[in-house]
DNA sequence: AATTTTACCTAACGATCGTTCGTTATAATA
DNA sequence: TATTATAACGAACGATCGTTAGGTAAAATT
C-alpha cells in the first residue's frame, strides 16, 4: 500500500503533473486490474501451472492458453520465460527429478543398513510424488521413449535419479542369482505405480512404501513357512 | 482377379454402354486407385491404426487424421464406423481388455499350484503386451482417473480384467499378515512398466514374467540365508 | 429392374493449437 | 534525467483439431 501511492508521487508517469492525485490513483488501479504489473515475477507461478497442467493432462493434453490462464496469464507471456513449450516440459520435468533428488537424499542422513536405506529412500519417494505432487508426478508417469529430442534430454535427467536406486540395490543383500536390474525396474514401477490407485485416506504413503519394500523383503519373515511352491 | 471382370460385365455402371470395355477397365483401375473400393470394410484396418497411434502418443497425441492416414482412409471415414473419437478410443481399450483375458484363460487351462498360477498368468500378460502388442499397451499404460465420462467407461472394462489377478492372488499362500490387495496393485503395477523399458533381444517376455514373480515369491529360494535385516 | 443399404469419398465448418509480433508500463542503470 | 532492461500485454498468424454435410458407386434387397 505505501509502496503504491510511493511509486505515484516519484511520478515518472506521464499524466502525473496534468491531473489530480485522485485520479492518478484511479488510473494506477485500472491500470493494475488491465496490464503491466510492477515488478513482479510470474516465472515460478507458470512453472507451477504447467507442473500441474501436465500432470493432469499429459503434454498433448495440455495447451498453453491453459497453463497460461491457470496462471494468471496471457498466453503470449510464457514465451518471455520459455522458449517453446518443449522447454517448458522440461522444466518442469527437471525441476521433479531435483525435488525427487532432494527428498531422498534428505532421507537417507544416517543409517548404515542396506534395507533400511532402501526403505528410508521410498518413503521418501513415495510422500514426494504423492503429497508434494505434480511435478513429480510428471517424472513417475512419464517414462520417456527417447524418439523425440525432447524425450532423449528427459531420459538423461531420469537416469540421474536412477542412478540412485542402482547404488541402494547394489548393496542390498539378496540371494545369489537375484537379477538387481529386475529388482530395481520392478520395484520403481512398482513405486510409481501407487500414483495411479492411491486415494487420500487410505493409508499414508509411508505406510503403503514401508509395506512395498517388506513385499520385496519378505523372505525373512518368522512366519513365512506358510508359504509354499 | 474374376471378380474384377465379373463386375464389370454386369455394369450398372453408367459409362458401360458407351465405352469399350478396355476403357472400363483402365475406368476400374483409376477408380480403384483414387476413390470408391469395392465391398471392402476398413473397420478392422482403421482400429489398429488408431490403436498404434493410441499406443504410441497417447489419446490426445493421436488426432484422427493421423488414424486415418495410418489406415489408408479418409478423416471422415472413421465416423462411418465409430461415433466419436471417444467411442474409438474405447474400443480399442476394450478389444486390449479382451486379449488380455483371452491370453490369460488360454494359460490357466491347467496347473492347481498357486504361485503357478499367478506365473503362468503373468507370463501371458506379458506376452500379450510386448508381443502382440498395441491394444494391450493402452490397457496397461494408461489408468484411467475416472473423472471424465470416457475414463469412467475404461475403469469398469479394466476391473474386468483385473479381478482375475484379485482371485489368483486370492489363492496365494502368503504370510499371514500381507496386504494382498497392496499385492496385486504392486504386481500388476511391476508387470506393466515393463512396457517403458522392455527392449526386443535383451529377455524374452516369458523369462522376465517368471523372474518378476520370482522376485515376489522368493522367500523359499533355497539359499536366501543370505539375506538380512 | 428399381430401390435401399453399405462403404466409403470430398469439402468444409468453427474451434483451438503453438507461436510471433509489436507495444507498454515499471524498475534499474548510466 | 535519459537510457536500457524487465515483465509483461493484446492481437493476430497459419496450421491443425474433431466433426458434419452431402455426395457416389458398388452390392444387397425387393
Do not use: C
Not at 532402501?118 to 505432487?133: F, K, T
Amino acid at each position: 500500500m505505501v509502496g503504491l501511492l510511493d511509486s505515484i508521487s516519484l511520478t515518472s508517469d506521464r499524466f502525473a503533473s496534468v491531473i489530480p492525485l485522485e485520479l492518478a490513483v484511479t488510473f494506477m488501479v485500472i491500470r493494475k486490474a488491465i496490464g503491466a504489473r510492477p515488478r513482479e515475477n510470474r516465472r515460478g507461478a507458470v512453472l507451477d501451472s504447467a507442473a500441474r497442467s501436465f500432470a493432469l493432462h499429459g503434454y498433448a493434453g495440455t495447451s498453453i492458453r491453459d497453463i497460461a490462464a491457470d496462471a494468471g496469464v496471457q498466453p503470449s507471456s510464457l514465451y518471455y520465460f520459455f522458449k517453446s513449450k518443449d522447454e517448458l516440459y522440461e522444466a518442469v520435468y527437471e525441476r521433479g527429478v531435483e525435488k525427487f533428488l532432494d527428498a531422498v537424499a534428505r532421507s537417507m542422513s544416517k543409517s548404515d543398513q542396506p534395507w533400511d536405506r532402501l526403505e528410508r529412500a521410498a518413503v521418501a519417494h513415495l510422500e514426494a510424488l504423492l503429497e508434494d505432487g505434480d511435478y513429480n508426478t510428471l517424472v513417475a508417469n512419464i517414462v520417456p521413449r527417447g524418439d523425440s529430442e525432447l524425450d532423449q534430454r528427459l531420459v538423461r535427467h531420469r537416469d540421474r535419479y536412477e542412478a540412485v536406486f542402482f547404488n541402494l540395490i547394489k548393496d542390498l543383500p539378496l540371494p545369489p542369482r537375484t537379477d538387481r536390474k529386475l529388482f530395481r525396474l520392478t520395484f520403481l514401477s512398482a513405486l510409481n505405480g501407487v500414483a495411479g490407485w492411491y486415494r487420500d485416506g487410505s493409508m499414508s504413503p509411508g505406510k503403503i512404501a514401508t509395506k512395498t519394500v517388506d513385499l520385496f523383503r519378505k523372505q525373512l519373515e518368522p512366519d513365512g513357512e506358510r508359504t509354499a511352491r
